[in-house]
């Protein structure tokens, strides 16, 4: 059994390594959704097979909101969908791992993301298409709360109830900022959780940081029968590193070399400059 | 061209389980007979163009042929960046349908004309972009495209075109058609126009100007020997479309004809010049209003002709 605690602070290093390595990246975005894809990963949820990552029976997970790709690459990568030694080409020229994840070069990537509000409706038509045919895989999908300001969340958030996909889960990484401020100064989401509920999804918000609560709601599915769920995950932009955390400025922008000896002192990483 | 399409689906669907129809709120009683024989798959996305064509792109990612259909505008400009990340980018076999190709729906108003589709469509990779000029075009089209393993753009007229073919003949993606010799100009056009353009071309011949007729029904992949060997053999070449002159069949014929060096005399462009459509009415006096109609035709015929034999004296 993985130590999912353990295993959330090794998938942090490879994270901030594998974007050092690529000379930039998305890191806040990234280091947010760490242990909720590590539980969804490890933690017997999602059930993919790297040996055959398109089993039509398999569980789906899209990463609606594509520019957190590198905590995927990592997970992927350390669960043996591709070689771990592509990790450290991320970024460059000649990779198969770019700044937004490609659904035809990097194994066990379902979609290719980026465009936000793109993921989500997707991942709704995977769910559809499994009732349709009757069959039992389960469908993830993580989206960002900013990304709720898109339209097209909305007409998909409308969809899923009315077809009663109760092998829809979707993620909320509620970290509450967005590329330029927190959300409250830009667009607020508002009552988030009465919006939802009020389209007709099953709702349960729990720590996005805390295993053992996603373990707790991951094993609760669905949440209500004929229904899609919801889990809405609060959670740091930026968490682990102490000064990215809760910091807007940090959406897209690289370390200098004394913040980079802070943030791998807290992340453990043996820092040789 | 819709209901040939409908009918055409629906003998797919029979034999193809994964064939499903996908609708935006559009469709009263053409899709009646389909609705009733195969419910489980017909799915009414309500008003909601762009999530229907992310959600065609996910039940195709299982396996699934969404044939996806509403008014050409709203499909291909409102969810244009669907069209192009869900579905051409990840190369999903989904069929996007567009109704009310041009100015079919004439009195309801530019929003509803499609002027720009094939502009818009033309540019994403992938993509197969058929425009069928009548009822038998469109059903060709309709079983080709559920061949096609990938994105294609069916782009129709709605309600009852005239019949451009009198006689059945061997469609082949991507090779236009002669539907008539000439020698002294090409007309090249594309979609439910192709009848008009028959028509001013017969009169043309009945005046004694020999008018090669072709017709592009697969916009892309184009037949650019077609559009080479008539630049080469007439030496003056119009093409006529429902559309914006930028971007669309005269755009692709202007751009092959200059980087293969074969450039005739004379060139011209029929369609909207940077202008939306004007006026209401009927179909026919919304051609005429935008100077594509049968007569306006004739007139570019004769125009061009005129200059080509000035142009001959010259050299």
């Known amino acids: 059994m993985v130590n999912l605690e353990e295993k959330a602070k090794e998938i942090r290093r490879l994270i901030f390594q594998t974007i050092c390595d690529g000379g930039g990246g998305h890191i806040a975005a990234s280091l947010s959704i760490v242990e909720i894809l590590t539980v969804l990963y490890y933690g017997n949820i999602l059930m993919v097979n790297p040996g055959n990552p398109t089993d039509p029976e398999r569980d789906r997970f899209v990463l609606s909101k594509g520019h957190a790709c590198v905590t995927l690459y990592v997970i992927l990568a350390d669960k043996g969908f591709f070689n771990k030694e592509h990790l450290a080409t991320f970024g460059s020229s000649n990779t198969i791992l770019g700044g937004h994840p490609d659904m035809h070069k990097v194994p066990g990537v379902e979609a290719t993301t980026g465009a936000l509000g793109h993921g989500f409706p997707f991942g709704v038509g995977m769910a559809l298409a499994g009732k349709l045919d009757k069959k039992n895989y389960k469908v993830f999908v993580v989206l960002g709360d900013g990304e709720c300001q898109e339209g097209s969340i909305w007409e998909a958030a409308m969809f899923a109830p009315h077809h009663k996909l109760d092998n829809l889960t979707a993620i909320i990484d509620y970290n509450k900022i967005q590329a330029m401020d927190h959300i409250d100064n830009i667009v607020s989401l508002g009552e988030i959780v009465d919006k939802w509920k009020a389209f007709g999804w099953e709702v349960m918000e729990v720590c996005g940081h805390d295993i053992s609560q996603l373990q707790s709601a991951f094993k609760k599915l669905p949440f209500s029968t004929g229904k899609p769920s919801l889990i809405i995950a609060d959670t740091i932009k930026g968490k682990g590193v102490s000064f990215m955390e809760h910091s807007p400025i940090w959406h897209y922008r690289m370390h200098n070399d004394e913040e980079m000896k802070i943030a791998c002192d807290e992340l453990g990483i043996d820092y040789s400059g | ?315």
């Not at chain 2, 980018?89 to 929003?111: C, D, E, H, R, W």
């Not at chain 2, 125009?303 to 034999?309: F, S």
Request: aromatic share 8%; hydrophobic share 40%; with cysteine.
């Open chain 2, 1 to 315: 061209m819709r209901n040939a399409y409908i009918s055409a689906l629906y003998e797919l669907a029979d034999t193809n389980k994964q064939i499903y129809a996908l609708v935006s709120d559009n469709g009263a009683i053409v899709y009646d007979k389909y609705r009733e024989s195969f419910p489980e798959r017909f799915i009414n996305f309500g008003i909601a163009e762009a999530n229907m064509i992310s959600i065609a792109a996910g039940l195709a990612a299982c396996g699934k042929i969404p044939f996806t259909y509403t008014i050409s505008t709203f499909l291909t400009m409102r969810a244009f960046e669907q069209i192009r990340n869900d579905v051409c980018m990840q190369k999903m076999n989904v069929k996007i349908v567009g109704i009310g190709a041009g100015f079919v729906y004439s009195n309801l108003g530019p929003t509803h004309h499609s002027v720009e589709d094939i502009a818009l469509m033309r540019v994403l990779p992938n993509m197969v972009i058929f425009s069928p000029a009548d009822q038998l075009e469109s059903r060709k089209m309709t079983f080709a495209s559920a061949k096609i393993e990938g994105p294609v753009y069916l782009r129709l007229a709605t309600g009852g075109t005239p019949d451009v073919y009198k006689d059945d003949y061997d469609f082949e993606v991507g090779r236009g058609v002669t539907l008539k010799e000439g020698s002294d100009v090409t007309v090249i056009g594309t979609g439910g126009i192709m009848y008009d353009a028959l028509q001013a071309v017969e009169e043309l011949g009945v005046q004694g100007i020999s008018v090669r007729l072709v017709n592009i029904h697969t916009i892309k992949p184009i037949d650019k020997e077609i559009i080479l060997k008539a630049a080469y053999e007439t030496q003056a070449i119009i093409t006529v479309e429902e559309h914006s002159i930028a971007g669309g069949l005269g755009g692709s014929a202007a751009e092959i004809l200059l980087e293969n060096n074969k450039t005739p005399l004379l060139f011209k462009r029929m369609g909207l010049d940077n202008v939306f459509p004007s006026g209401y009415g009927t179909y026919g006096e919304m051609k005429e209003i935008n100077g594509l109609s049968k007569d306006d035709i004739v007139n570019q015929v004769k125009n061009i002709y005129q200059r080509k034999k000035i142009e001959l004296k010259g050299l």
